[in-house]
C-alpha cells in the first residue's frame, strides 16, 4: 500500500499542485439490535477505499475511488486535479492553507478485548437477557437491547511528507423499556437515549456497562412515568444529570465553535453560529466556574484519535476559561482567520467524503460541589436525567430540550417523580445562569456516535466529559399537554 500511495504523491509533484494528500480506509461495523425477544437487526459491513484532495491554485479538488489499485488511483487523482482546475475558475477566495510538519507514526486506541474476537452468540445472550428481565415487567409494551463494533484502519499520506497509519477501535451498548397504556407512551433508556453509551474502547467497555444489572430497573421507571405527574411549567432552578449535559454541550456549545459553522462555508444540519471570530478571547460566553476543553486526548472518548485527517496531531485546547470563549475548532485552512495554527478537528466520514471541521471530545471541567451538596444546597427545582428530544436554531442560540424522566426538588431534597419534562433557553444566558459543577468523583464521559453534518451528509463520533450542573432561572414545562 505504501508504494501505491507515494505513486500518487510522486504524480501530484509532477503536476506541480500546492498540495495533495490521500487518504486510504478500511472500516468494520457490527450492529446487534434485540426487539420484544427476537433479533430486530444482526449488521456485518466491511467497506473499504480512498480520497484524494488537491489544491492547485488555490481551490480544492476530492475524488475517491472504491479499489485501492494503481490505475484505478491515478484515475482519481486527475479526476481531483481536475475538480480543484474547474473550482479554481469559481472560487470567490484563495485558499490558504498554512503548513504543517511532516509526521511519520502509528497510532492506535488501547483495547484488552477485540469485539470482533468475541462470538456473536456471547454477544446475543447479553441482549437476549437484558431484553428478557425488560419484558418480565408485564407494562412494558416495548423492550430493546442494542449493541455496535467499529474497526476503522487509516493511512494518510501527503506531498508534505506525513505518512500516519491508525487503527480506531469503538464500541457501546444500551437498553430501553417503552411503557403504553393508551395514548400515553414513556420510554426509559440505560446508560443513555439513542442507543447507548459508546467509547474508543474493546469489548471490556460493553461489560462493564452491566446493561443487565439495569434492565429491572429502567423497565420499573418507564411504568411509573405513565402515572407520574406533569412536569409544571414555570421558570426555576434546575440540575442536569451529566448524560443530559452532554448533550447540552454538542448542541449549545460544540456546534456553535466550529470555524467552518462561524465563518459561514458549513450551513447543513441547523448549522451556521451565533459567533464572530471576533467574539474570541472577549466575549462571556458563560459563568466564571464554567470551563470548556476540546481533547482528542482523553482515554476512551469517542471524539479521541491519534491524528485529524489533515495530518495534525490530537491535541487538548481550552474553548472557554472561566466563561470566556478562548478559540474555536479549527482546520489547516481556517485557523489563520484567528491568527493561529489549526488544532487537529478535520475529520471525514469514510473515504468517499472530504474531511470537515468537527467536534473531538468537548468536554465540561469539572466543578466543586458533591451532586448531593448540590441537591441540598437548591430549595425548588427539578432535576432532569436522560435526553429524550432538542431542538435549536441555526445560528445555535435558541434551544429546546426534554428528558426521559425528571425528579422535584423541594427543601434540599428530591422528591416526586415528573413526565415529559422540557426546559428552554437562550444558550449565553443559560450558559452564565450555571452556579454549580458537581467534582471530579461524578464526571464521566459520554459517548455521542451520531452526529450529524455537511452536504452529502457524514456522521461523526464525538465525546462530551461532563458531571451534573445546576442553571438557575430556567423555563421548565414548555411542551404542550393534553388536558
Known sequence: MRDLVQNILDLAELKRVDYADIRVVYRRTEEIGVKNGNVDAFTYDEDSGFGIRVLYGGAWGFASGSRARKTEMEAVFTKALKIAKASQKARWQRVVFSPAPPRVDQYGTPFSIDPFDVPAERKLDLLMSSDAII?????????????????????FASTEGSYIEQEI?????????????????????????????FATKGYEWIEAL???????RIAEEAVRLLSAKPCPSKVTTLILDGSQLALQIHESIGHPIELDRVLGTEASYAGTSFIRP?????????????????DATYPGGLGTFGYDDEGIEAQRVPIISEGILVNL?????????????????????????????RMTNINLKPGEWTLEDMVSDTE???????????????????????????????NGKLGEMVKNP??????????NSCDAIANQDHWKMWGTPNCGKGEPGQIAHVGHGASPARFRNVQVGVMKRNA
Not at 329 to 357: F, K
Not at 383 to 406: A, P, V, Y
Open 169 to 197: 477501535v469503538e464500541c457501546g451498548a444500551g437498553i430501553t423499556a417503552t411503557a403504553i397504556d393508551g395514548g400515553e407512551v414513556q420510554v426509559r433508556s440505560y446508560p443513555n437515549s439513542f442507543r447507548g453509551n
Open 210 to 216: 452491566a446493561i443487565e444489572n439495569h434492565a429491572e
Open 380 to 410: 425548588e427545582g427539578l432535576f432532569l436525567t436522560t435526553n429524550r428530544s432538542w431542538s435549536i436554531d441555526d445560528k445555535r442560540i435558541n434551544f429546546q430540550f426534554g428528558t426521559e424522566i425528571g425528579w422535584e426538588i423541594k
Open 329 to 357: 475548532l479549527t482546520s489547516r485552512e481556517t485557523a489563520h482567520v484567528l491568527g493561529r495554527e489549526s488544532n487537529g478537528t478535520m475529520r471525514a466520514d469514510g473515504w468517499n467524503r472530504i474531511p470537515l471541521i
Open 135 to 155: 419484558r418480565r415487567n408485564s407494562k412494558v409494551r416495548i423492550s430493546e437491547a442494542f449493541m455496535g463494533s467499529y474497526k476503522t484502519e487509516k493511512i
Open 278 to 294: 471576533e467574539m474570541v478571547g472577549s466575549f462571556r460566553y458563560g459563568s466564571e466556574i464554567v470551563n470548556v476543553v476540546a
Open 422 to 431: 422540557t426546559y428552554t433557553g437562550i444558550t449565553p444566558q443559560f450558559w
